[in-house]
């Protein structure tokens, strides 16, 4: 009799312990399960359009680096559930394998990723290295092709990248990248008359559109059909639109001139482009700041520039 009572009551205190550790544990799991996702990655996409780059937060499974890795690489492939958008590793091109050292990752991407579309691939290595930036540990990305340094169209590596290459000095983050094109005029051969070219590029929007279109104008042309019109190493100063007149001041390099062009071609190279924008009508040149400047001895920079159609090929 007596060691029954004491059998049962071994038993109601194992159930009462065995009880007390289910509802600790129903209490601690959440929260432990919680601490561990609560961490969120912002995951880069491009737009369906892709002229832009939008983020959507993920919250990741994994916690470590060597663990994080595959998981973001394989959401950054996923179709995102947002329809307007598309995943940023796409059926295009694949990450053939990854490497860290230290603090860098360098992504190892086939052959294929050399074809994307200039706009796009700017906008998709953006998406990538924002994104996995973000891993712990992960604080510089570089980019292979089966091996080979990635390289920019001129053939020189492009190297390392960080979450701040895509910012500019504003604070602004890459999703203010946007997709514009643009009516440029280049030198013909004979250096004798104008060349509309066409132009799509990816540019910061936060850059008035009357100072791209200078950028470019002084970059050249791509194409193998039209010259280049101003020294390359001239500088921007400045470039401000009042009243329909675009005001573009330059530095003394504008004055010298390496290519075998007119003065009107320089000078209406510059004016067309302007003018093809909605709020130009008319142009002034300046040299630091200074317009009572002869530009070959043959031009006075005083002068407001409309278009000219008479060059035009």
């Not at 991407?109 to 994307?116: F, G, H, T």
């Not at 390099?253 to 067309?272: D, H, K, M, R």
Request: charged share 25%.
């Amino acid at each position: 009799m007596g060691v029954g009572v004491k059998s049962k009551k071994r038993n109601t205190v194992i159930l009462f312990v065995v009880l007390v550790a289910c509802m600790l544990c129903a209490c601690t799991a959440p929260n432990e399960k919680k601490a561990k996702n609560d961490k969120t990655i912002e995951i880069y996409y491009l737009n369906k359009e892709e002229t832009r780059v939008v983020m959507e937060e993920y919250q990741p499974v994994e916690t470590t680096t060597e663990a994080l890795l595959p998981e973001i690489i394989g959401i950054l492939g996923t179709q995102p559930e947002n329809v307007d958008l598309r995943a940023t590793i796409t059926d295009s091109y694949s990450v053939l394998d990854y490497s860290v050292e230290e603090s860098q990752l360098v992504l190892n991407l086939d052959v294929r990723y050399l074809e994307l579309e200039a706009t796009e691939e700017v906008l998709t290595r953006a998406a990538l290295v924002r994104t996995l930036t973000q891993i712990p540990g992960i604080e510089y990305v570089s980019f292979a092709i089966e091996n080979e340094p990635l390289q920019d169209t001129m053939g020189n590596p492009i190297g390392t990248m960080t979450a701040g290459t895509f910012i500019d000095n504003a604070g602004t983050e890459i999703n203010s990248y946007e997709k514009v094109k643009l009516h440029l005029y280049f030198a013909n051969e004979k250096g004798d008359g104008l060349i509309e070219v066409n132009r799509t590029i990816v540019y910061n929007s936060n850059i008035s559109l009357e100072k791209l279109v200078v950028e470019q104008v002084i970059t050249g042309p791509t194409n193998e059909e039209s010259f280049p019109t101003i020294n390359p190493e001239s500088k921007i100063m400045s470039v401000t639109v009042k009243d329909g007149i675009c005001y573009v001041n330059l530095d003394e390099a504008f004055l010298t001139q390496p290519y075998n062009v007119s003065s009107e071609v320089t000078i209406y190279s510059l004016v067309n482009s302007l003018v093809e924008l909605s709020n130009v009508n008319k142009v002034q040149i300046s040299i630091n700041g200074k317009t009572d400047v002869m530009y070959r001895e043959n031009t006075d920079l005083t002068t407001f520039f409309e278009r000219n159609l008479e060059l035009i090929q």
